[in-house]
C-alpha cells in the first residue's frame, strides 16, 4: 500500500476510496490522467451508429425491460446508461430534467467512459473488474465527475463474454439506496432473456435451481445444450459451476452431471460439485420438423440474396403480397445490407397522401410554387433519397397523371421540383410495394405498362402466413422476440397449433398484434392456455368448460391452497383468481 499512497498523494487520501477502487485509481494514474483533466472523448456519429448496429441485442433484450422500469425511473432524479463492453455509451433511458442537468458529465451516447478515457467511474470500473462496483462522488478519479452516484455492472453474453454495461447514475447528493440492487435484478433478467433466447432447433435448456420455485424466473441457472455439449450458460450458472468462456463448446453434460438421464418436466439431480438441484429441460424444437424448418428459412434466404445483389445493382425491385406480410421490413432489411445503406431509406405511401400533394412530395417545389407552400422550398423525397433507397409503398395506387412524371424521372435520373426551370441529377435504388395486380391494373387502364417494365425489373412476392410451412416455428420466434422469457411466459402447446392454423388475414403484422395482447394481459410467469385466446380465436363455449374443470381439479387437488392449485396450472395465483371471477360472473 506504501508505493500505491505515495504515487497517488494527497489526491488519494482526499478520496478515502474504498479498497476495490484502490487500484482503478492506481490504473487511472499510470494512463496519464490527472483529477483535474477536462477531456471529453467521443466518437464519431458514424462510429456510434456501428456500435448500435453491432449491439442489436440492446433493442431486443434491454429496451422492453427498460420501458417496464420507466415510471420507478421517473419517480427519482436518475437515468440509465446502456454501454458496449469498450464502455462506449449507446443508449441513455430516464428522468429527462436530471438527463438534461447531467449533460455536463456527457452520458448522453457517442461518449466513452471507458476507465483509459476517463479514469475510475462505475463504468469502465466494472468493466475492469468485470462486476458490479458503485462510485459515488468523489470516489471518481476526474473531479469534473464528483457530481455523480453512478453503480454499474457488466452484462455478459451466453458465451462468456461481457456484451457491455449497465449504469444507473444519479445526483451524489441524491443517490439511489436501491441502486445495486435495481442494477443486479436487471442485468440478472437481461442474462436470462438472453441464454433462454438461444432455444432452437437443435439447442436444448437445462434450468436449475435448488428452490423448486425458483424454476421460470430470471433467478434460475440456465445451460445451453446441443446435444450433450454444453455451449453457453447464464452468468448466474457460470458462477454456479465455476464455467469459463473456453469451456463452452467443449464440456460435455456428464462432467457437469455425472449419470444424469433426464426427462421432459421436472426431476431432480446431483451435479460434480455435489450440490443438489431441481432441473425443467425445455426440449429443442425438432417437433416442428427442423430440417423442414431450415429448408424454408433456405429458400427465404436465397430469395432474399437475389433480391439484395438486384438492389446493389441499381435494378428496380418490385415486391409483392398482403397487407402486413412485411413487404417494408424486407425493404428496410435489403437497404441496411446493401451498398446504399450509407444513404436515407425514404419511404412513401402512395395511398396515404392526398393525390394533389403526391408530386410535390416525390419531386419538391421552390418557394411560392402553390398557395400554402412552404417558403423555404422542399426538395422532396426523389433528392431525400439520392444515394440511398426511394421506397415506394402501395404503388398500384399511384394516381395515373403522376405515373408520366416517375416513369420520365426513372428514365433520367433527374428531377424538375413544382415551379422550377432546371432540373437536379439523382441517383437512388428503386423499391416499390404492392398488395394489388399490377397487370390486372395495366389491363384495367390504372397503371401504365411501360412504367410497370421500370419498376418491376424483378419480381420478389412473400407468400401470406396461410401459405408458409411450420407456422409453430415462427410463433415461437416471434413470442421470444418479443420479450417472453423476460417476464417467464410460455405458449402450451395447444396455444401454438390453434393460433398456426389460424387464416391470419392481417398476416405477420396480425400476428404479432395477437401476440402483444396475450403478453399484455398475462402476469408475469403465467403459462398461456386455450382459455386466454379471446373468441374470435376460440370460441368461449369450447374453452371455457374445459379450462374450468381444469382449474376446480387442480383446487382440488390441492386440498385448497391457490398457490399451489397455479402452480400446478403454470399460472400465477392472480391470474387464477381473476379467471374464477370471470366464471363465476358468467355464471351469475
Same mark, same amino acid.
Given at each position: ?33 490527472? $483529477?483535474?483533466?477536462?477531456?471529453? #472523448? ?5 462510429? +456510434? ?13 434491454? @429496451? ?21 463492453? =469498450? ?48 462510485v459515488a462522488g468523489g470516489e471518481h478519479f476526474l473531479s469534473r465527475n464528483a457530481g455523480l452516484f453512478c453503480s454499474? @455492472? ?30 443486479? &435484478?436487471?442485468?440478472? %433478467?437481461?442474462? !436470462? ?18 428452490? #423448486?420455485?425458483?424454476?421460470? =424466473? ?10 450433450? *455439449? ?27 452431471? #455425472? ?14 460439485? /455435489? ?7 425445455? +426440449? ?5 420438423? @427442423?430440417?423442414?424448418?431450415? !429448408? ?5 434466404? $436465397? ?27 424486407? @425493404? ?6 446493401? %451498398? ?6 425514404v419511404a412513401i405511401n402512395c395511398a396515404a397522401l392526398p393525390e394533389h400533394l403526391i408530386e410535390s412530395e416525390l ?71 404492392? !398488395? %394489388? ?28 402466413? $396461410? ?29 401454438? *397449433?390453434?393460433?398456426?392454423? /389460424?387464416?391470419? #388475414? ?6 404479432? =398484434? ?12 403465467? &403459462? ?23 382449474? %376446480? ?36
Amino acid at each position: 500500500m506504501a508505493p500505491r499512497a505515495r504515487a497517488l498523494s494527497p489526491a488519494f487520501h482526499q478520496a478515502s476510496l474504498p479498497y476495490q477502487l484502490e487500484d482503478s485509481w492506481q490504473r487511472s494514474s499510470s494512463y496519464g490522467l490527472t $483529477r483535474e483533466d477536462d477531456a471529453q #472523448p467521443w466518437v464519431a456519429s458514424s462510429m +456510434l451508429k456501428d456500435a448500435r448496429a453491432e449491439n442489436g441485442w440492446i433493442n431486443q433484450l434491454v @429496451a422492453p425491460m427498460l420501458a417496464r422500469l420507466r415510471p420507478e425511473l421517473s419517480s427519482h432524479p436518475s437515468i440509465m446508461v446502456m454501454s458496449d463492453a =469498450s464502455g462506449l455509451v449507446l443508449e441513455t433511458y430516464g428522468n429527462r430534467d436530471f438527463l438534461h442537468k447531467a449533460q455536463r458529465y456527457a452520458l448522453a451516447p457517442g461518449n466513452l467512459w471507458g476507465e483509459p478515457a476517463r479514469g475510475t467511474n462505475a463504468i469502465g470500473t466494472a468493466l475492469a473488474l468485470q462486476r458490479h462496483c458503485e462510485v459515488a462522488g468523489g470516489e471518481h478519479f476526474l473531479s469534473r465527475n464528483a457530481g455523480l452516484f453512478c453503480s454499474a @455492472a457488466p452484462i455478459f453474453r451466453p458465451d462468456g463474454r461481457i456484451a457491455g454495461v449497465l449504469d444507473l447514475s444519479t445526483p451524489a447528493q441524491a443517490p439511489r439506496h436501491d441502486a445495486a440492487a435495481l442494477i443486479r &435484478r436487471a442485468v440478472c %433478467q437481461i442474462e !436470462h432473456a438472453w441464454a433462454s433466447s438461444a432455444l432452437g432447433a437443435d439447442r436444448w435448456l437445462l434450468s436449475l435451481h435448488h428452490d #423448486p420455485q425458483v424454476l421460470g =424466473s430470471a433467478q434460475e441457472l440456465v445451460l445451453i445444450f446441443e446435444d450433450n *455439449t454444453l455451449l453457453g450458460a447464464n452468468k448466474l450458472a457460470m458462477d454456479e459451476f465455476s464455467l469459463t468462456a473456453n469451456q463452452f463448446g467443449a464440456l460435455d453434460i456428464h462432467t457437469l452431471f #455425472p449419470g444424469i438421464n433426464l426427462r421432459a418436466g421436472e426431476t431432480a439431480l446431483k451435479s460434480s460439485n /455435489r450440490r443438489h438441484y431441481y432441473a425443467r429441460q425445455t +426440449l429443442p424444437a425438432r417437433r416442428f420438423s @427442423a430440417r423442414s424448418i431450415a !429448408h424454408q428459412q433456405d429458400e427465404n434466404a $436465397r430469395e432474399k440474396e437475389k433480391a439484395l445483389r438486384i438492389v446493389n445493382a441499381g435494378i428496380a425491385l418490385c415486391i409483392t403480397g398482403e397487407t402486413g406480410c412485411g413487404k417494408e421490413h424486407l @425493404a428496410r432489411e435489403l437497404h441496411q445490407r446493401s %451498398q446504399w445503406r450509407a444513404g436515407n431509406f425514404v419511404a412513401i405511401n402512395c395511398a396515404a397522401l392526398p393525390e394533389h400533394l403526391i408530386e410535390s412530395e416525390l419531386f419538391g417545389y421552390v418557394a411560392g410554387a402553390f398557395t400554402g407552400a412552404s417558403p423555404k422550398g422542399y426538395i422532396g423525397k426523389c433528392r431525400e433519397a439520392d444515394g440511398g433507397i426511394l421506397f415506394l409503398d402501395e404503388i398500384g395506387d399511384m394516381p395515373l397523371a403522376l405515373q408520366t412524371r416517375l416513369l420520365r424521372v426513372l428514365q433520367e435520373k433527374k428531377v424538375t421540383p413544382l415551379g422550377a426551370n432546371s432540373t437536379v441529377e439523382v441517383n437512388f435504388a428503386l423499391i416499390c410495394a404492392t !398488395h %394489388q395486380d399490377l397487370g390486372a391494373r395495366v389491363n384495367a387502364g390504372t397503371f401504365r405498362e411501360d412504367l410497370l417494365y421500370r419498376i418491376q425489373e424483378f419480381h420478389l412476392r412473400i407468400p401470406p402466413l $396461410r401459405e408458409w410451412l411450420h407456422v409453430e416455428g415462427f410463433i415461437h420466434k416471434l413470442w421470444q422476440e418479443l420479450g417472453a422469457p423476460n417476464r417467464g411466459l410460455t405458449l402450451c402447446d395447444e396455444v401454438v *397449433t390453434t393460433l398456426a392454423r /389460424r387464416p391470419w #388475414p392481417g398476416n405477420v403484422r396480425q400476428l404479432l =398484434s395477437q401476440l402483444r395482447v396475450l403478453m399484455a394481459l398475462a402476469e408475469d410467469g403465467d &403459462r398461456i392456455t386455450l382459455a386466454d385466446l379471446p373468441g374470435e380465436i376460440l370460441p368461449a363455449q369450447f374453452a371455457e368448460p374445459a379450462r374450468h374443470a381444469d382449474e %376446480q381439479q387442480a383446487i382440488a387437488e390441492a386440498q385448497g391452497n391457490m398457490s399451489l392449485a397455479a402452480k400446478k396450472l403454470g399460472i400465477s395465483r392472480s391470474t387464477l383468481y381473476r379467471r374464477l371471477e370471470k366464471n363465476k360472473l358468467m355464471h351469475s
